[in-house]
């Protein structure tokens, strides 16, 4: 089952569900709330369910619209800049411990 939604900051809700081995989380981010640069070792994909938004991933920079999926490596440094509401799946693999511990980043 998923997680109560929680809200992460000003507009930012999240909610998850976790196996063993893999973790979805559902965010819902509104235009021009801050996701600075950070990186952790999980393996993580992105899947845009609507909205828009531009991706920083190491060195590459991509423009993501809805339908838009994307890989992001573990250990890789990486930001977004939400353009316009975006609601975003990302899966993690392993599960993210922070998260289950209602960690924030």
């Known amino acids: 089952m998923w997680q109560q939604e929680e809200k992460l900051q000003p507009g930012m809700m999240?909610?998850?569900i976790s196996g063993d081995k893999l973790m979805l989380v559902s965010m819902e981010i509104?235009?021009?709330t801050p996701i600075p640069p950070h990186s952790h070792?999980?393996?993580q994909i992105s899947y845009i369910v609507a909205g828009e938004a531009e991706f920083t991933i190491g060195d590459e920079v991509r423009s993501m619209k809805a339908g838009d999926v994307c890989l992001i490596p573990g250990g890789v440094p990486h930001s977004v800049k939400v353009l316009s509401k975006?609601?975003?799946l990302d899966c993690f693999s392993p599960p993210r411990e922070d998260f289950l511990k209602g960690g924030k980043s």
């Open 86 to 88: 975006l609601i975003v």
């Open 14 to 16: 999240r909610k998850l």
């Open 41 to 43: 070792p999980h393996e």
């Open 30 to 32: 509104d235009p021009g």
